[in-house]
């Protein structure tokens, strides 16, 4: 499962955008907790289900009348202060737990309400800016104190007459999810020494910066710009990098009100509808966040996390069903699963990620919209529906 993790220093709400995320009303095939636990939870990315190209919806959990929800995981970390690579406000710890994520949520609040180790401040006081590229900065350095730490290893294996750089590198980067392409395709755009005691701190930490990068793509989420000067939420949209303003309390308010029947809303809508009587007081705070919505488009909660799995990421789902006219499994389930593998995948990649046995005993796929079998090299879209054809079952 594909997994993204919420970073950001102390108060910039992560905490409130991982109880928004994470407030499924259904238990996920496999995860019956949505919370797997205090930190991990499952979260899911938004997309168009193909039941909207015929006639009836498919009536699965996981989607609501045609907007799909597909599994993530999301993890809450405790907040990173500057220094964090250092162990400061026990740095290490947490940057640790962002060693399983795929793709950072850089959470920073746009409001500037906090300073920068969290404390708060009068909305305002405290330039947003400068709380974008710290934890990139922590994240590249903590890598490089890791890369640091085990460069005796790679020094040992280099004295045998078999030693490939490439190989040895990724076996000490396979733990931070680094893969031997990742490794070489981060040192082609590298110069270094062939011989591992050349290289000196500097080279190391060009490496680990390329393989955070690389590992670790991040999006920043501008968040409470429900409170946010407008200027400050423009300068970081104007940054050079993805930024997706956001007001995760909005967010959660509005999920909460969905649970309760009281608002319809589902996750990515850009707005909502109030369904029943609300006190006075309430109806002026919604109010509020309806025009903070059509401002930035929606809370952006489910922007940002789908900005991770479909952009930084490069993911497509695809649909395997059993019977390719009815798009049902087996029990008669129109579209039950829905799975995120990267661009460029193909059906026996699908055929892997369903099973290792449907994989290994892969024979062909078909097109379930055209009817047509498709090669074993054909690149799977967004939204295609497969039968796949297994000796395995
Ligand atoms: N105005 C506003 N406040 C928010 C928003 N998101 C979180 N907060 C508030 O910011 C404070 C810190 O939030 P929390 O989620 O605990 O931050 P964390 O330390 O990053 O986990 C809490 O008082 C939240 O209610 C938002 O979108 N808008
Ligand atoms: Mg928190």
Redesign the pocket.
Known sequence: MISIA?A????????????AATMAEVDVANYPFTTIDANRGVSHARTDCPCLDREARCGNENCHDGKRYVPIELL?V??LVPGAHEGKGLGNQFLDELTNADAILN?V?A?G??DAE?EPVDVGDHDPLEDVDFIEEEMDLWLAGIVDRNWESVERKSRSPDFDMDEALSDMLTGFGATQADVTACLRELEYSDDPIAWDDEDREALARLIRQRTKPIVVVA??????PEENVERLLDLDKPVIP???????ALRRGADRGAIDYDPGDETFEILQEVPDEQRQLLDALRDTMAEWGG?GVQAALNYAVYDLLDQITAYPVQDASKWTDGQGNVLPDAHLLHRGSTPVDLAFQIHSDIGEGYLHAVDARSGRDVGEDYELDEGDVIKIVSTAK
């Open positions: 919420l950001g220093k102390p108060n910039a709400g992560k905490s409130t955008f991982y109880t809450d405790a907040g959470v609040d409001a309400e906090t969290g968040n409470k710009v429900d409170l946010a956001a007001t995760a309390q909005g967010e959660l809370t």
